[in-house]
């Protein structure tokens, strides 16, 4: 019984290291995102998310629309492989997203009621440890580990192949290149058990943006955004935590045809849970919603996220197959 729990409680983790949600929507991933895995983790997450507010959601520069009302759908699918690098934990994934969003958008004086829908930009990830615990390259590695501190250096890049149509001012893709650099962070709060885990976890990170030069006959250009994100996690039993969640976004100043925007300077408050149906197959959901939010310029946005995520490693299989024939 105790092997198997250990085995399950492996697998769980797998979820959260290998489980892989879109940077380029609210830009504020879930707790326990960036927990290192095991190597040779395979995950494949199916994401639905719906999104009010008044800047169009599947820009990740948050671009306000004061007076504005966006709602937006979207679906995301994804994959997402760990493995081990200068025997450092390691991660690299991929997303796609779709969907459709409605809103009436303003630039250079134009006011149009739009709708969009098809696919977005494609998201590439790259993520490496560089403090904390060793990769985790057995089972045996798994059952010893607990994160400490741990910090890893984070990459993401947008590949601007999306839906776009230079004669609308909203649209899906986005007609630049744009990604970000962070450092995810993870405090280990308390004994590393399954039922008892707790953490303390911190991403801040820079986005930059390339120039758009066909937005709707104009040069789009925003200066780079910081991001932090905040999450307190805590198992509330050995298959089911939650987490309070915040976020800070600082800059990200637009300037159309040279006339500058507003920079953002926002706060937003979420919660997630989590819970793990099987060995295989984990299910979150999410709120997150800005706070001050009351001024014109002022970012709005409010979110709801479901996310059901698919994983699997062949030591554990191999594993469960083992005890399976005992």
């Known amino acids: 019984m105790k092997s198997n729990r250990w085995l399950r409680f492996i697998m769980a983790i797998l979820f959260v290291g290998g489980a892989l949600v879109s940077a380029n929507t609210t830009a504020q991933v879930p707790g ?36 504005a009302s966006f709602n937006a759908t979207m679906g995301m699918v994804g994959y997402a492989h ?27 004086g134009r006011t149009a009621t739009q709708t969009a829908n098809g696919f977005g930009d494609p998201m590439l990830e790259y993520t490496i440890n560089f403090l904390g615990p060793r990769a985790q390259n057995t089972l045996a590695d798994a059952l010893r580990y607990e994160p400490g501190v ?43 058990v399954p039922g008892k885990r707790t953490t303390l976890e911190l991403l801040p990170a820079v986005w930059m943006f390339g120039n758009n030069n ?13 991001q932090l994100d905040g999450h307190l996690t805590r198992d509330l039993t050995e298959n ?37 149906i099987n060995d295989n197959t984990a299910l979150t959901l999410g709120y997150k919603s800005t706070i001050n939010d009351s001024a014109p310029n002022a970012l709005r946005m409010d979110s709801f996220m479901l996310t059901l995520v698919v994983g699997w490693n062949p030591l554990v299989e191999g594993a469960k197959r083992l005890k399976n024939e005992r």
């Open 32 to 67: 326990r995102f960036y927990w290192n895995s095991l190597s040779d983790s395979n995950a494949v997450p199916l994401i639905f998310q719906s999104v009010s507010g008044n800047t169009n959601p599947f820009n990740p520069a948050h671009t306000v629309t004061p007076g």
């Open 82 to 108: 760990t493995f081990s690098m200068f025997d450092r934990a390691a991660t690299a994934a991929v997303i796609l997203p779709m969907g459709r969003v409605s809103g009436d958008v303003t630039a250079g």
């Open 150 to 192: 741990s910090m890893s250096f984070l990459a993401d890049l947008a590949i601007p192949i999306g839906e776009y149509n230079s004669s609308k001012l909203l649209n899906l893709g986005q007609n630049r290149n744009y990604g970000r650099v962070g450092l995810p962070t993870v405090l280990q709060l308390g004994p590393w």
């Open 214 to 226: 066909n937005y709707v006959g104009q040069t789009l250009k925003t200066d780079p955004l910081f």
């Open 240 to 276: 089911f935590w939650g987490s309070l969640d915040g976020a800070w976004y600082q800059g990200g100043q637009a300037t159309i045809n040279g006339v500058p925007g507003t920079r953002l300077n926002n706060l937003g408050v979420g919660l997630t849970l989590g819970y793990t």
